[in-house]
């Protein structure tokens, strides 16, 4: 229970802190890219970096990881989480699978918001 409670109030400062962030960076970047999304997940990953590393190394504690990687970063972006694993992949020499994970990820990402768009435009 304990780690569930963690992670959930990571995440909710998480959330708070991407709206902020996204809201930030529209006002102060222009619109018409998504310039939000585009920094806070390249944020988030130098972040899941530097939390990972830290965890790595037992300078924080499982407690504090799962707090600021689970709850936190899983909030502020699930990129993170994706860039991470990746990493994991390549680390292991399993150069295809990471390729794999993440060209499917991006890929198949992309293709199921098409594929929800399309089916509530049919049902709509």
Request: a positive charge; proline letters at 2%.
């Amino acid at each position: 229970m304990r780690d569930l409670i963690l992670v959930a109030t990571g995440g909710a400062i998480g959330a708070g802190a991407r709206y902020a962030a996204g809201r930030a960076a529209t006002a102060l970047l222009s619109p018409s890219f998504p310039w939000g999304t585009f920094l806070i997940n390249v944020v988030g990953c130098f972040l899941m970096g530097l939390v990972a590393g830290f965890a790595s190394q037992g300078t924080i504690s499982p407690a504090t990881r799962l707090f600021l990687a689970t709850g936190v970063l899983g909030g502020f972006t699930t990129f993170s989480a994706f860039g991470l694993e990746t990493q994991a992949l390549l680390a292991e020499g399993r150069v295809g699978a990471a390729a794999l994970y993440a060209g499917g990820q991006v890929v198949l990402g992309v293709v199921c918001v098409l594929a929800g768009l399309f089916l509530t435009r049919r049902l709509a």
